[in-house]
T-cell receptor
Framework: DARVTQTPRDKVTEMGQEVTMRCQPI?????VFWYRQTMMQGLELLAY????????DSGMPKDRFSAEMPDATLATLKIQPSEPRDSAVYFC???????????FGQGTRLTVV | SQKIEQNSEALNIQEGKTATLTCNYT??????LQWYRQDPGRGPVFLLL?????KEKRKERLKVTFDTTLKQSLFHITASQPADSATYLC??????????FGKGTSLLVTP
């Protein structure tokens, strides 16, 4: 059963700490998205990779956020330093260039106190 | 600026009726539009895609229409069931770009 795997599922951290979220896309998928979801803003696109190259990270606060794909099986989203306003659910999704639908992971619920 | 608007008010309907959800957009020239379902505590799940040259698409009890002149999509669930209760998200992308999502409309189907 192919699925996108995100870790951790839940993370509580103190303001100023570094947070790293990980995503394993579905094997064979070459497109990876990072979204952030809050009640107020809904799902916001943070970053978009194709074949491990970043295509769009315009939605990501560059001063504290960074997204990478060290290899085809791992995508990471880092926040350093974290702030209370970063509290949200972060979703990773993957897809293939020949198929436009996105497959989402279960999300990482981040709480910054 | 680009906007995707869905009715923020929850839609409450009785079991067996048809639910109709609306998605309006501005400043997009989408190659396609998608609808997703999201249950509490879970990620969105893809339901249907409709391309810019298609007027209507059906899948079982689901029907989607796409009017690029009105810049609007309608999502219908016929013979609704309590299990259809969820939040439904509209998503679209210009060709070659990533999906952007509306905030979703919550649907509650009561027995």
């Amino acid at each position: 059963d192919a699925r996108v795997t995100q870790t951790p599922r839940d993370k509580v951290t103190e303001m100023g700490q570094e947070v790293t979220m990980r995503c394993q896309p579905i094997l064979g998928h070459n497109t990876v998205f990072w979204y952030r979801q809050t009640m107020m803003q809904g799902l916001e696109l943070l970053a978009y990779f194709r074949n491990r190259a970043p295509l769009d990270d315009s939605g990501m606060p560059k001063d504290r956020f960074s997204a990478e794909m060290p290899d085809a099986t791992l995508a990471t989203l880092k926040i350093q330093p974290s702030e209370p306003r970063d509290s949200a659910v972060y979703f990773c999704a993957s897809g293939s260039s020949g198929n436009t639908e996105a497959f989402f992971g279960q999300g990482t619920r981040l709480t910054v106190v | 600026s680009q906007k995707i608007e869905q009715n923020s008010e929850a839609l409450n309907i009785q079991e067996g009726k048809t639910a109709t959800l609306t998605c309006n957009y501005t400043n997009y020239s989408p190659a396609y539009l998608q609808w997703y379902r999201q249950d509490p505590g879970r990620g969105p799940v893809f339901l249907l895609l409709i391309r810019e040259n298609e007027k209507e698409k059906r899948k079982e009890r689901l029907k989607v229409t796409f009017d690029t002149t009105l810049k609007q999509s309608l999502f219908h669930i016929t013979a609704s069931q309590p299990a259809d209760s969820a939040t439904y998200l509209c998503a679209l992308a210009n060709s070659g770009y990533a999906l952007n999502f509306g905030k979703g409309t919550s649907l509650l189907v009561t027995p």
